[in-house]
């Protein structure tokens, strides 16, 4: 500890009043009143401009735990790298969200939840360490702090401001105001008194107790150039005072635990419980092994794409949620849950090292979700994601819903038979994209037995039932010596261009006799 500086003095290293004292902080955001047990959780994302998974897999995590407690879940935008700032990022964020339908709580009384529009709390807080001597103004400059690092680096130290190194940590008041009066604004940095060669003990409520070296670095509180915090110092007073109990966050962070941990030591406050996540993995096509999946090689890694694509979007949280709660898919179709809200994980249960994303484990959601659904919400998904994402073709097949409904709606009515091909919405449109005439591509490789479809023109009749329809197929064959299958393969050939549909009656049905009748003379040409 150092001597705590005087209020006026305070007040011009910070550049102006702080606005509450601690205990008016306290009472502004008292603690929640929720039932025992209530996880608050949050998001907290740095507006990137981009949504990776990973980040969509921590919402899941935090909302899910939320939701089962009967807590809160809160979106906290830490937009104090204003550097880094990116237009639309934010909104890239809340739309993402809302296309999965997460929601998180924003308590108005909490708030506000930009970082950025927080500055008089963590000058507030920021003041009250200065007073207590375990913070202080600091004017390294940039090229200061690359001396002292080549130095440490020359002479084998650990490089860093701390100790010996850190040259302002123990600045009388004058020569502050020395600084001070030549125009000079300070950084706020943590007047560390951790000691290396201690161990201190952190828990994370999945890994157990970890212990770890003392923090001896003065680490930047509050930066020079713009007054705003680091993530550390507004990680310390938004978690105590937006009253979150768990910290969901990338493993990245674990490293930074025993100064988090010194941090609320130091304010008196107990830490929340933390949790950190593993990355979300895939195996590199290259090499075959496990790595981080990234931005740039990786388009699932992006939310964005996945949306893009016409991924269910219940598919995709069903999926990560089943990378977080592995019980979940057994139950799921046993039919003891009927989606991840109505499922209770244990929080013991996330996996701690690489979890795989695999786009196959994906797909197999992804039929499921779409082989359950009803054919109104498939409809209304696709037409959704032929108007947001679609190409010409698409929004021209979303253009009649009827027709639509009615080609969608084949080989769903028996629960016992639901067809399973639809992956996603893009998929759904292209593997259903024969029944429009403009998307119809004929089979030129196909050899058609003339004889089958010059029989069958003759005697067809869409309003024949499906009995009579088969009799009608079973006489051409038997006629023609050949089997039953014949007849159909070359009539399925000729509507739909393929040799591998659905049920070929009902095909007809939507198809309606115009068109059926127009194909098969179109094969005879
Ligand atoms: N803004 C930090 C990040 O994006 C948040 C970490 C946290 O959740 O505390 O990594």
Redesign the pocket.
């Given at each position: 500890m150092r001597n705590g500086l005087k209020p006026d003095l305070i007040e011009r290293v910070l550049g102006g009043k702080p606005k509450y004292t601690l205990s008016e902080l306290e009472e502004k955001f008292p603690p929640r009143d929720l039932p025992d047990g209530a996880f608050v959780t949050?998001?907290?994302?740095?507006p990137t401009g981009f949504m990776h998974i990973g980040g969509l897999y921590q919402v899941l995590i935090n909302s899910k735990l939320a939701q089962q407690s009967h807590g809160v879940f809160m979106l906290r935008i830490?937009d104090t790298d204003t550097k880094r700032e990116v237009k639309d990022a934010v909104r890239i964020i809340v739309d993402s969200l809302a296309q999965f339908g997460l929601q998180y709580n924003n308590d108005e009384k909490y708030g506000p939840y930009y970082q950025s529009q927080r500055r008089d709390i963590y000058h507030s807080v920021a003041a009250d360490l200065l007073a207590r001597g375990l913070a202080y103004p600091c004017f390294l400059t940039a090229a200061d702090m690359e001396e002292i690092r080549a130095k440490q680096s020359a002479a084998g130290f650990p490089t860093g401001i701390y100790g010996e190194f850190a040259r302002d940590r123990d600045l009388t008041d004058d020569e502050i105001i020395a600084h001070l009066d030549k125009g000079e604004i300070p950084s706020i940095r943590l007047y560390s008194t951790g000691n290396p060669n201690q161990r201190i003990f952190c828990k994370d409520a999945v890994r157990g107790s970890i212990s770890f070296p003392e923090n001896n670095e003065d680490l930047v509180l509050i930066k020079s150039n713009d007054g705003l915090p680091t993530?550390h110092f507004a990680?310390l007073c938004d978690d105590h005072f937006m009253r979150t109990t768990h910290?969901?966050?990338?493993a990245?962070?674990l490293s930074s635990l025993p100064l988090h941990y010194q941090l609320f030591r130091m304010m008196g406050w107990t830490p929340p419980q933390y949790i950190h996540t593993s990355t979300l993995d895939t195996i590199d096509a290259d090499t075959g092994k496990q790595r981080k999946l990234s931005k740039r090689h990786d388009p699932e890694a992006n939310v964005a794409n996945l949306l893009a694509s016409g991924w269910p979007v219940a598919a995709v949280l069903e999926y990560l949620f089943n990378i977080i709660a592995s019980g979940y898919e057994e139950a799921k179709l046993k039919g003891a849950v009927k989606n991840i809200w109505e499922y209770e994980f244990r929080p013991k249960k996330i996996p701690m090292s690489g979890a795989l994303f695999d786009m196959k484990k994906l797909e197999w959601w992804a039929k499921e979700n779409i082989a359950t659904m009803s054919v109104s919400d498939l409809v209304n998904n696709v037409v959704a994601w032929a108007q947001k994402y679609g190409e010409s073709m698409h929004i021209a097949q979303v253009k009649d819903v009827d027709y639509l409904t009615r080609v969608l709606s084949i080989e769903r009515d028996n629960p016992k038979r639901i067809r399973k091909d639809f992956i996603t919405w893009r998929q759904t449109l292209s593997e259903v994209a024969y029944f429009w005439d403009e998307f119809f591509t004929p089979n030129r490789d196909f050899e058609f037995n003339r004889d089958l479809l010059n029989e069958f023109l003759s005697t067809f009749n869409i309003n024949d039932d499906k009995d009579t329809w088969w009799n009608k197929i079973v006489a051409i064959a038997n006629t023609a010596g050949v089997k039953n299958g014949d007849v159909a393969m070359n009539l399925r050939v000729a509507i739909t261009g393929r040799t591998n549909t659905p049920d070929l009656y009902s095909i007809m049905q939507v198809m309606g006799e115009k068109r059926v009748l127009s194909r098969v003379q179109g094969a005879l040409k």
């Amino acid at each position: 500890m150092r001597n705590g500086l005087k209020p006026d003095l305070i007040e011009r290293v910070l550049g102006g009043k702080p606005k509450y004292t601690l205990s008016e902080l306290e009472e502004k955001f008292p603690p929640r009143d929720l039932p025992d047990g209530a996880f608050v959780t949050r998001f907290a994302p740095s507006p990137t401009g981009f949504m990776h998974i990973g980040g969509l897999y921590q919402v899941l995590i935090n909302s899910k735990l939320a939701q089962q407690s009967h807590g809160v879940f809160m979106l906290r935008i830490e937009d104090t790298d204003t550097k880094r700032e990116v237009k639309d990022a934010v909104r890239i964020i809340v739309d993402s969200l809302a296309q999965f339908g997460l929601q998180y709580n924003n308590d108005e009384k909490y708030g506000p939840y930009y970082q950025s529009q927080r500055r008089d709390i963590y000058h507030s807080v920021a003041a009250d360490l200065l007073a207590r001597g375990l913070a202080y103004p600091c004017f390294l400059t940039a090229a200061d702090m690359e001396e002292i690092r080549a130095k440490q680096s020359a002479a084998g130290f650990p490089t860093g401001i701390y100790g010996e190194f850190a040259r302002d940590r123990d600045l009388t008041d004058d020569e502050i105001i020395a600084h001070l009066d030549k125009g000079e604004i300070p950084s706020i940095r943590l007047y560390s008194t951790g000691n290396p060669n201690q161990r201190i003990f952190c828990k994370d409520a999945v890994r157990g107790s970890i212990s770890f070296p003392e923090n001896n670095e003065d680490l930047v509180l509050i930066k020079s150039n713009d007054g705003l915090p680091t993530y550390h110092f507004a990680h310390l007073c938004d978690d105590h005072f937006m009253r979150t109990t768990h910290v969901v966050r990338g493993a990245e962070w674990l490293s930074s635990l025993p100064l988090h941990y010194q941090l609320f030591r130091m304010m008196g406050w107990t830490p929340p419980q933390y949790i950190h996540t593993s990355t979300l993995d895939t195996i590199d096509a290259d090499t075959g092994k496990q790595r981080k999946l990234s931005k740039r090689h990786d388009p699932e890694a992006n939310v964005a794409n996945l949306l893009a694509s016409g991924w269910p979007v219940a598919a995709v949280l069903e999926y990560l949620f089943n990378i977080i709660a592995s019980g979940y898919e057994e139950a799921k179709l046993k039919g003891a849950v009927k989606n991840i809200w109505e499922y209770e994980f244990r929080p013991k249960k996330i996996p701690m090292s690489g979890a795989l994303f695999d786009m196959k484990k994906l797909e197999w959601w992804a039929k499921e979700n779409i082989a359950t659904m009803s054919v109104s919400d498939l409809v209304n998904n696709v037409v959704a994601w032929a108007q947001k994402y679609g190409e010409s073709m698409h929004i021209a097949q979303v253009k009649d819903v009827d027709y639509l409904t009615r080609v969608l709606s084949i080989e769903r009515d028996n629960p016992k038979r639901i067809r399973k091909d639809f992956i996603t919405w893009r998929q759904t449109l292209s593997e259903v994209a024969y029944f429009w005439d403009e998307f119809f591509t004929p089979n030129r490789d196909f050899e058609f037995n003339r004889d089958l479809l010059n029989e069958f023109l003759s005697t067809f009749n869409i309003n024949d039932d499906k009995d009579t329809w088969w009799n009608k197929i079973v006489a051409i064959a038997n006629t023609a010596g050949v089997k039953n299958g014949d007849v159909a393969m070359n009539l399925r050939v000729a509507i739909t261009g393929r040799t591998n549909t659905p049920d070929l009656y009902s095909i007809m049905q939507v198809m309606g006799e115009k068109r059926v009748l127009s194909r098969v003379q179109g094969a005879l040409k």
